[in-house]
């Protein structure tokens, strides 16, 4: 399952640079055959490589049935994997990623790597939550 790859994959997952008033998760890109990353890697088990696949063709649907008069969406080479520790004050803030630096202050190289970002307009977030989760008493859920 999804699950346990994810949890497989657990030792690869890097908390992030952001503000901690915003992000308290540890996340890495994930792609449908590898979990990627600058130092190391590891390959995607099938659950979650699933899971990649659908998010990526929730773009291909939205172009599929029409979805592109007020924007042009792209389908984004990876996702980004995101675990929440379950300690308390962990949570999700409603941010902006998309990245609107010019290439002149980013650099040729770093701005054609934040393709995904600097087009982003739709966030979709999956759970893997075990069924039997209460969201009442534990969250994961948005609000």
Not at 53 to 82: K, M, N, W
Not at 105 to 119: H, T, V
Request: glycine content about 10%.
């Amino acid at each position: 399952s999804a699950r346990q790859d994810v949890t497989a994959a657990r030792h690869l997952l890097v908390t992030t640079g952001n503000d901690s008033n915003v992000r308290q998760d540890k996340v890495v890109r994930v792609n449908s055959t590898v979990i990627l990353d600058e130092e190391k890697e590891g390959l995607t088990g099938v659950g979650l490589m699933f899971c990649v696949d659908l998010l990526r063709g929730v773009t291909h649907s939205l172009l599929e049935h029409g979805y592109i008069e007020s924007h042009t969406h792209l389908v984004p080479r990876h996702v980004q994997l995101a675990e929440y520790g379950g300690d308390d004050g962990e949570h999700y803030v409603s941010h902006l990623d998309a990245c609107l630096t010019s290439v002149w202050e980013m650099g040729l190289q770093s701005y054609m790597q934040s393709r995904d970002a600097r087009g982003r307009v739709l966030t979709c977030i999956l759970y893997l939550n075990p069924s039997d989760w209460d969201v009442e008493t534990s969250g994961g859920a948005l609000s």
